[in-house]
């Protein structure tokens, strides 16, 4: 006898896929989503594991779906004007994106690159189309989300504005901690990094950072950065 097809709102069989969405429920998007909507989103969903470097999709592709990040880091990169890709945004657990193209049936505007080994829960974009004809909270929470991912994009124009190469940094810096806050405060965040997040020269961010560590706010690492006096910083920074 065929055993009978899961229902798109059943939970999850796969114990580590049920983790993941336990994990993406507990802040961000997913977790302002109600329960039911969260269940009949996890019907669809898949766990993905991707090595440091590896691309989920390319600027130009077609859309696949939403991406919701369970572990790990991704980049987000943007054309530039020489062919070559460039760093716009590193994000952190419970980071969801995809909405835009999936909405708009339009090929991606960015790139999405691992940053470090990440594990991702990917919504298939058939099923989550289908799925929003039938229930109208799930448009209402896709436009949420398009809602916080464009309010992001104008945070990191808005701090491209600020003529203090120190503040500039300093308010990216308390901004990735903000939304990827950890108890000791370091951030996976090479200077070369930050340099093309900032559109600042690499010369230019080491000295900014070497003053701002002579200040006791931060400390540098190999391929991170520490913030040390979130208060001073903020100061520092001018607010």
Not at 38 to 50: F, P, S
Not at 203 to 229: A, F, H, K, M, N
């Amino acid at each position: 006898m065929r055993s009978a097809a899961r229902l798109p709102d059943a939970p999850p069989a796969d114990p580590e896929l049920a983790a993941a969405l336990h994990s993406l429920g507990q802040a961000g998007w997913f977790a302002e989503l109600s329960p039911e909507l969260q269940a009949a989103l996890g019907g669809l969903a898949r766990l993905r594991r991707v090595k440091r470097g590896a691309t989920l999709y390319h600027v130009g592709d077609r859309p696949d779906g939403l991406y919701g990040l369970v572990g790990g880091a991704i980049d987000i990169a943007i054309p530039g004007e020489q062919g070559l890709d460039f760093t716009v945004h590193r994000a952190e657990t419970g980071f969801w994106i995809g909405d835009l193209a999936l909405l708009s049936d339009a090929p991606r505007l960015v790139t999405l690159r691992a940053a470090t080994p990440a594990t991702l829960v990917h919504l298939p974009g058939a099923p989550v189309l289908a799925l929003s004809r039938t229930r109208p909270d799930l448009v209402r929470a896709l436009y949420a989300l398009t809602y916080r991912n464009m309010a992001l994009a104008l945070r990191l124009v808005a701090n491209l504005g600020v003529a203090s190469s120190e503040a500039r940094i300093g308010l990216r810096l308390l901004y990735q901690l903000e939304t990827a806050p950890c108890a000791d405060g370091w951030l996976n965040l090479s200077q070369a990094v930050l340099s093309e997040m900032l559109a600042l020269s690499q010369p230019t961010v080491q000295r900014s950072l070497r003053r701002l560590q002579d200040q006791g706010l931060i400390e540098c690492g190999y391929g991170r950065i520490r913030v040390c006096d979130r208060v001073g910083l903020m100061r520092a920074c001018g607010g």
